[in-house]
């Protein structure tokens, strides 16, 4: 029988699991997809747009490969609001088997049936399977750029174990931790990028329990201002960073008496790159470019605060990107990809250009409830 792709309903559960096993039984533990089939990150409920499904790949009675939707709305100027998915968590049993190499192309377009409006963010660089794959179908790539504040040089120095990657490395490491030259050299740094930062009038940040019309009158102002942001009214926030997810830090950022915009920040879960720092992770955040550099100060003032060793954060607009080093962030590498389908790619076009412009953060796409 041919491999047919349908919705994940319980009676595939266990069919998952024994997918999973195999896939982990190849040595790499994070290869499992969802164990069970009614999501438990946004789940669909009566006319809410945004929303996860989740599909199987049946051969048989075996699961050989499962994908999922992230459903939601962006804004996009002169076309207003405009419905896509995220495809995210593409798992198949070709990561094990060549007799299943094809499969990942079957999945992706069986997701382009569904909703041809379709993108992925992440997937860990270009030479990766995934955005290669993407890149061979007809989907347009850009890479979104990273940026990372090194709040406590001597632990940075210590525990960076992604740039430890030799003897020679670790003694240099080592000795600018002892010595403090590494931490004189990383402030002098710092101290360079702040300088170049205008001077803002006082600003107050205050912790709040969730989001509600205050909110929604930030989105309508600056929405017009990105070439295409996600939807980010109080809604969909509400949604997106419920008051019960405590590991969020929520922020209102104003101005005197005037709302200027929001942020939301948090601890990342545990990564052996970092070592034993406390990493931070400005996830998402709002306002118009023009007060962006307040909002990004805030932020990091928050994570600063909370005890971050460490902050990172991605930002694909320029004006975000240019708050960030004006807080004294440094620009590093990046894997963060977004790639756009075929139709979707053709209303965002010129996507290279308007990528700079576009609002996207790391709490896009399958970025939450942790995965920032």
């Given at each position: 029988?041919?491999?047919?792709?349908?919705?994940?309903?319980?009676?595939?559960?266990?069919?998952?699991?024994?997918?999973?096993?195999?896939?982990?039984?190849?040595?790499?533990?994070?290869?499992?997809?969802y164990k069970t089939?009614?999501?438990?990150?946004?789940?669909?409920?009566?006319?809410?747009?945004?929303?996860?499904?989740?599909?199987?790949?049946?051969?048989?009675?075996?699961?050989?490969?499962?994908?999922?939707?992230?459903?939601?709305?962006?804004?996009?100027?002169?076309?207003?609001?405009?419905?896509?998915?995220?495809?995210?968590?593409?798992?198949?049993?070709?990561?094990?088997?060549?007799?299943?190499?094809?499969?990942?192309?079957?999945?992706?377009?069986?997701?382009?049936?569904?909703?041809?409006?379709?993108?992925?963010?992440?997937?860990?660089?270009?030479?990766?399977?995934?955005?290669?794959?993407?890149?061979?179908?007809?989907?347009?790539?850009?890479?979104?750029?990273?940026?990372?504040?090194?709040?406590?040089?001597?632990?940075?120095?210590?525990?960076?174990?992604?740039?430890?990657?030799?003897?020679?490395?670790?003694a240099l490491m080592?000795?600018?931790?002892?010595?403090?030259?590494?931490?004189?050299?990383?402030?002098?740094?710092?101290?360079?990028?702040?300088?170049?930062?205008?001077?803002?009038?006082?600003?107050?940040?205050?912790?709040?329990?969730?989001?509600?019309?205050?909110?929604?009158?930030?989105?309508?102002?600056?929405?017009?201002?990105?070439?295409?942001?996600?939807?980010?009214?109080?809604?969909?926030?509400?949604?997106?960073?419920?008051?019960?997810?405590?590991?969020?830090?929520?922020?209102?950022?104003?101005?005197?008496?005037?709302?200027?915009?929001?942020?939301?920040?948090?601890?990342?879960?545990?990564?052996?790159?970092?070592?034993?720092?406390?990493?931070?992770?400005?996830?998402?955040?709002?306002?118009?470019?023009?007060?962006?550099?307040?909002?990004a100060q805030a932020?990091?003032?928050?994570?600063?605060?909370?005890?971050?060793?460490?902050?990172?954060?991605?930002?694909?607009?320029?004006?975000?990107?240019?708050?960030?080093?004006?807080?004294?962030?440094?620009?590093?590498?990046?894997?963060?990809?977004?790639?756009?389908?075929?139709?979707?790619?053709?209303?965002?076009?010129?996507?290279?250009?308007?990528?700079?412009?576009?609002?996207?953060?790391?709490?896009?796409?399958?970025?939450?409830?942790?995965?920032?």
């Open positions: 029988m041919p491999i047919v792709i349908q919705p994940y309903r319980e009676e595939h559960e266990s069919a998952v699991q024994e997918f999973n096993r195999r896939l982990q039984a190849a040595g790499d533990p994070d290869l499992v997809f089939s009614a999501p438990q990150w946004l789940p669909k409920i009566e006319a809410h747009p945004v929303y996860n499904e989740y599909f199987v790949a049946v051969d048989s009675c075996l699961v050989r490969g499962a994908y999922a939707l992230k459903h939601e709305q962006v804004f996009v100027p002169g076309k207003g609001s405009v419905s896509v998915a995220c495809y995210h968590h593409p798992l198949s049993e070709g990561i094990i088997n060549r007799s299943y190499a094809s499969l990942g192309g079957l999945m992706v377009r069986d997701a382009l049936s569904r909703q041809p409006l379709l993108y992925a963010l992440g997937m860990g660089g270009y030479d990766r399977p995934l955005p290669k794959m993407l890149k061979a179908l007809g989907w347009s790539l850009v890479s979104l750029p990273f940026f990372f504040k090194v709040v406590h040089p001597s632990h940075f120095l210590r525990e960076m174990h992604l740039l430890r990657t030799s003897p020679l490395r670790c080592n000795a600018g931790a002892v010595t403090g030259l590494g931490w004189l050299a990383i402030r002098a740094a710092q101290s360079t990028l702040r300088a170049r930062a205008p001077r803002l009038a006082q600003i107050a940040s205050d912790r709040v329990d969730e989001f509600s019309s205050w909110a929604d009158s930030l989105w309508l102002q600056s929405r017009e201002q990105y070439q295409m942001t996600t939807v980010r009214d109080s809604d969909t926030l509400r949604r997106l960073y419920a008051r019960t997810d405590e590991h969020f830090t929520r922020l209102r950022i104003r101005r005197g008496a005037t709302d200027i915009g929001w942020a939301v920040v948090g601890k990342r879960r545990k990564d052996a790159k970092y070592g034993s720092m406390w990493v931070g992770s400005i996830v998402d955040c709002w306002a118009s470019p023009e007060n962006a550099l307040a909002v932020a990091t003032k928050e994570l600063e605060t909370q005890g971050a060793d460490l902050i990172v954060s991605n930002q694909s607009h320029t004006s975000w990107g240019h708050a960030l080093e004006h807080c004294g962030f440094f620009k590093g590498p990046s894997n963060f990809i977004f790639a756009a389908s075929k139709k979707y790619a053709e209303i965002l076009q010129p996507l290279g250009e308007n990528s700079r412009a576009f609002h996207i953060t790391r709490a896009d796409g399958d970025g939450l409830p942790r995965n920032f």
